[in-house]
């Protein structure tokens, strides 16, 4: 079983930046395919990024170029970096952990982008 405990969500205004952290319990963290998704209302949850244990990155067409994900293998920790922001990427941001198919998710933390 693994915990997942996101912080790092608020209010920030248009261009702005937030940085998202995702902290894991358990001592194989490094073997998990790490994740960020995002969910409006009215709509979908959609993958944002992800990241492998060896540091492959892929991201969402609507943030590549603004958003970063990292991860700190000795922290258990997975990061997203988010720049630029826009209205659009107001939604409820999950971490997810992976582990060939078993999935883990946390609680969520809201972003809202408004001026």
């Known amino acids: 079983q693994v915990q997942l405990v996101e912080s790092g969500g608020g209010l920030v205004q248009p261009g702005g930046s937030l940085r998202l952290s995702c902290a894991a319990s358990?001592?194989?963290?490094?073997?998990?395919?790490m994740g960020w998704y995002r969910q409006a209302p009215g709509k979908q949850r959609e993958l944002v990024a992800a990241?492998?244990?060896?540091?492959?990155?892929n991201y969402a067409d609507s943030v590549k170029g603004r958003f970063t994900i990292s991860r700190d293998n000795a922290k258990n920790t997975v990061y997203l970096q988010m720049n630029s922001l826009k209205p659009e990427d107001t939604a409820v941001y999950y971490c997810?952990?992976?582990?060939?198919?078993?999935?883990?998710w946390g609680q969520g933390t809201q972003v809202t982008v408004s001026s």
């Open positions: 997810n952990a992976d582990l060939v198919g078993i999935h883990y």
């Open positions: 358990g001592s194989i963290f490094s073997l998990y395919v």
């Open positions: 990241i492998t244990s060896g540091g492959s990155t």
